[in-house]
């Protein structure tokens, strides 16, 4: 049996011949477009520094350098005035405890002690003088009351006879009364010999006394005034290293000025200054290390100052263990102060392309390696070698590090090999 063919409609046909060419038309006027709106920038590969994404193990740390300093600072000053005479040490020289440093003269000062030693003479032998003269008036004293008890006796002995010859009407009346007076009178004189021999005592202690404690402060005044000619030489009142000597020969030099400082080598600390950056996140007891002659030394963050200047501010970080031999004030050291504990997570390589995006973007390299494009991205936290991807890189891609300043505002970037 025949079948029968249909013919196929012919405006079928040409509706879908009409869309095909519509769709090719589109998709032609869409990449025209595309290309007309973006922007290349074609450049050599010698030019450019690549970075790939990886995953690893994310350090926490900032870089910092610094300089050595003693933990502890003794001021030298000085605690007379004068000019300076000589200059025993020099800047740099170990001082041990009592040794003099500078000598000053001050003829002012030389006066008053042999004015002070003239005084203290004269009180010297005004008090033995005072003290000879109480002496012989005591002896008087002892002399008369021996004489008036003597007196006494001798008239005891006639107020009696008479008082005997009276009685036998051998002597007068008169005679009698007058025996017995002298007798009288001689015993008073005792008694006021003895009272004025101790009041004599009592008033001499306390002149005395009055006399040797005026004469023990001038000697304590003398003792002061001789020590003030001894700080003529400046001293060092600690053992250490002689940091710093600001006097010269023939200087003048007022009480209380400093002329240098000693630093004591027992103990070491590192003077670093930090971007303000971070100063949120630093704080005390941050750990550190330093490399010295291929050996690690531990440091921690000891003491933080408020001030920031120029964008910077300062920190103290001591050792926290041995230090280095052989280690000098002022030195520079480099350390890695810990910001927090290693962390896995996706990393980029630092570059200069940071400084033109703020890690908000960056050029990522195509499969062919030929031309990179523009992409949004987020990072994060940063160390000497890497920055923390947060968001819009995979491990394994890579990216355009070196400076984005010639590119300008591309969106591809093409490169030659």
Request: aromatic residues 6%; hydrophobic residues 35%.
């Amino acid at each position: 049996m025949d079948r029968e063919i249909k013919r196929k409609n012919p405006r079928l046909k040409k509706t879908m011949l009409i869309g095909c060419g519509s769709l090719l038309f589109a998709g032609i006027t869409v990449w025209a477009i595309s290309r007309a709106t973006t922007t290349v920038y074609h450049t050599d590969s010698v030019a450019i520094t690549y970075g790939e994404v990886v995953e690893g193990e994310f350090n926490d740390y900032i870089r910092l350098s610094g300089n050595v300093e003693t933990g502890v600072n003794v001021q030298v000053s000085a605690l007379e005035s004068g000019i300076v005479h000589h200059k025993c040490v020099e800047e740099g020289a170990f001082v041990d405890e009592g040794d003099i440093i500078i000598t000053l003269n001050n003829p002012n000062l030389r006066q008053q002690i042999l004015d002070s030693e003239s005084q203290l003479a004269e009180r010297q032998n005004m008090l033995r003088d005072t003290e000879i003269a109480m002496e012989n008036n005591r002896l008087q004293l002892r002399q008369d009351i021996l004489a008036t008890q003597m007196e006494s006796t001798r008239l005891k002995r006639i107020a009696l006879q008479q008082e005997q010859l009276y009685k036998e009407n051998l002597t007068s009346h008169e005679d009698y009364l007058k025996a017995q007076e002298d007798y009288s009178l001689s015993c008073e004189k005792i008694k006021l010999l003895r009272e004025r021999i101790h009041q004599d005592s009592l008033y001499r202690s306390v002149q005395l006394e009055m006399m040797r404690e005026s004469l023990s402060n001038m000697r304590q005044n003398f003792e002061l005034v001789r020590q003030r000619a001894d700080n003529l030489n400046i001293r060092a009142s600690h053992s250490g290293q002689l940091g710093s000597l600001n006097a010269e020969i023939g200087q003048n030099i007022a009480t209380g000025q400093q002329i240098g400082q000693i630093n004591i080598l027992d103990n070491y600390k590192i003077a670093a200054k930090i971007d303000e950056h971070y100063i949120d996140r630093i704080s005390t007891g941050l750990k550190g290390s330093m490399e010295r002659n291929n050996e690690m030394y531990q440091v921690d963050v000891k003491k933080i100052y408020p001030e920031v200047t120029d964008g910077q501010f300062r920190v103290d970080l001591v050792f926290s263990s041995s230090y280095p031999k052989n280690i000098r004030v002022g030195q520079t050291c480099h350390i890695n102060l810990l910001l927090g504990d290693p962390v896995k997570t996706v990393m980029v390589p630092r570059g200069s392309f940071f400084q033109a995006t703020g890690g908000q973007w960056a050029y990522v390299m195509e499969a062919d390696e030929k031309s990179a494009t523009k992409r949004n991205i987020k990072l994060g936290r940063q160390n000497p070698k890497y920055y923390e991807v947060i968001d819009g890189l995979t491990p394994g891609e890579r990216i355009i590090t070196s400076s984005y300043a010639d590119f300008g505002e591309a969106d591809r970037v093409t490169i030659k090999q």
